[in-house]
Nanobody, 112 residues
Framework: EVQLVESGGGLVQPGGSLRLSCAAS????????MTWVRQVPGKGLEWVGTINSDGSTYYADSVKGRFTISRDNAKNTMYLQLNTLKTEDAAMYYCALPDGRRGQGTQVTVSS
C-alpha cells in the first residue's frame, strides 16, 4: 500500500524558514518522480515543484530561489526547505506521486 506522510509544518513569521518532510512507503521511491503541491481553502492545487529520480528539480516561479526540494533515497524521504517565507506561502502542503496520489498534508501558516 502506497503511503505518503508529510510533516514539519507550523507557524512561522514572514521571512522565516521551515523544512517539510515526506516519508514514503509502498513503492519504489528511488525511481519515482516526486512533487510538492499546496492548496489554500477555496482554491485549487498549486504545483510547487518536482524532483526527479536523478535529483533534477523544477520549481514554480512563485517559489524559485526560496524553496529547495531534495530527497534521501536511503530514507525514502523527500524534503522541502522553505526560506524567506511570505504570507502568500501559507497553505496545506502535500507531497504527491505522478498519478496524483498524495498524503494528508502538513499546514504551513505564515503570520506575524
Amino acid at each position: 500500500e502506497v503511503q505518503l506522510v508529510e510533516s514539519g509544518g507550523g507557524l512561522v513569521q514572514p521571512g522565516g524558514s521551515l523544512r517539510l518532510s515526506c516519508a514514503a512507503s509502498g513503492f519504489s521511491f528511488n525511481i519515482a518522480a516526486m512533487t510538492w503541491v499546496r492548496q489554500v481553502p477555496g482554491k485549487g492545487l498549486e504545483w510547487v515543484g518536482t524532483i526527479n529520480s536523478d535529483g533534477s528539480t523544477y520549481y514554480a516561479d512563485s517559489v524559485k530561489g526560496r524553496f529547495t526540494i531534495s530527497r534521501d533515497n536511503a530514507k525514502n524521504t523527500m524534503y522541502l526547505q522553505l526560506n524567506t517565507l511570505k504570507t502568500e506561502d501559507a497553505a496545506m502542503y502535500y507531497c504527491a506521486l505522478p498519478d496524483g496520489r498524495r498524503g494528508q498534508g502538513t499546514q504551513v501558516t505564515v503570520s506575524s
